[in-house]
């Protein structure tokens, strides 16, 4: 039983592949191309790590080369598709969308192409509450009508899903978009506002606050984003519907500051900044079909979360932290 990771060396990835493992998958393939969009070396240590354990093989490629795509598909015979790698971040979507667009859509695309060739029996994808866009009603259900996308990153989300829908129907690709909302913990890329965050407190420093820190976000212990992507693989009648995985209690991010001052024992210094045109004033998961469908339930409190993230980022050489 074959399963391909994308993004496997990144932040989700490396969780998810440890977490396959310990379900008892027998073969994980974790693909990345370990590109600069952050630290290199941070992923190279994460799949240093992940090659000890016998069932993980590490690949370097790009899942936008469609024919190098192909020919590992066919070589290897994957069962499961997990597509959780692209290029990630609201703000770098602005700045450079027409690289966002590319990976995150074309890449997919050649993703579904060599699936299409070569079947597999569930592929999901790592969809974003980006998509969901402006003007949608809180909290966020799955079939309702969406807004537009506030981002370039919203927009390749929706698009990459779209098409995975598409060849759901055109090619039988069973095709699953798997909405996921903020998700933090260990490894958490560094850019992030919750690393960001953390990291300025326990270095002292002013930490960047865009607005006045009501913006209210759904934070998503990555152990739970891992439990439902477990239950996505095996569960029925999944095939061609898109379903949250978050949370379903949004924090206002002045409250988020406050519970990393809490856990570092330290207080913010916050140097507040305009609002960013790019950002949605709140994420929000209606699990109710998650529930339904996937037995999906969220179990790590914020609190909890936050202090547990503390405590491993305090773990990590001085220089690891200091922003």
Known sequence: MTVLVTGGAGFIGSHLCRALAAAGYERIVALDNFNSYYDPPLKRASAAELAVLPQVKIIEADFCDAPAMARLFATERFRHVIHLGG????????????????????????????????????????????????????????????????????VSKRAAELLGLNYFRLHQVPFVALRLFNVYGPRLRPELSLATFARKILAGEPL???????????????????????????????????????????????????????????????????????????????????????????RVAIAEGVHEYISWLQTLPRSSVTP
């Open 87 to 154: 290029s990630p971040g609201v703000p770098y979507s602005v700045r450079q969308p027409a690289e966002v667009l590319h990976n995150n859509v074309q890449g997919t695309l050649s993703l579904l192409e060599a699936a299409r060739a070569n079947p597999v029996e569930r592929f999901l994808f790592s969809s974003s509450s980006t998509v969901y866009g402006q003007g949608v009603a809180a909290p966020f259900v799955e079939d309702a009508p969406l807004g537009v996308p506030a981002s370039p990153y919203g």
């Open 208 to 298: 960047p606050l865009f607005g006045d820190g009501s913006v209210l976000r759904d934070f998503t212990h990555v152990s739970d984003i891992c439990r439902g992507i477990l239950s996505a693989l095996t569960a029925p009648h999944v095939a061609g519907e898109c379903l949250n995985l978050g949370h379903d209690q949004p924090i206002a991010m002045r409250h988020l500051i406050n519970l990393i001052e809490q856990a570092a024992g330290r207080r913010a210094q916050i140097e507040y900044l305009p609002p960013r045109g790019e950002d949605l004033p709140l994420t929000h998961a209606d699990l109710t079909k998650s529930r339904r469908l996937l037995g999906y339930s969220p």
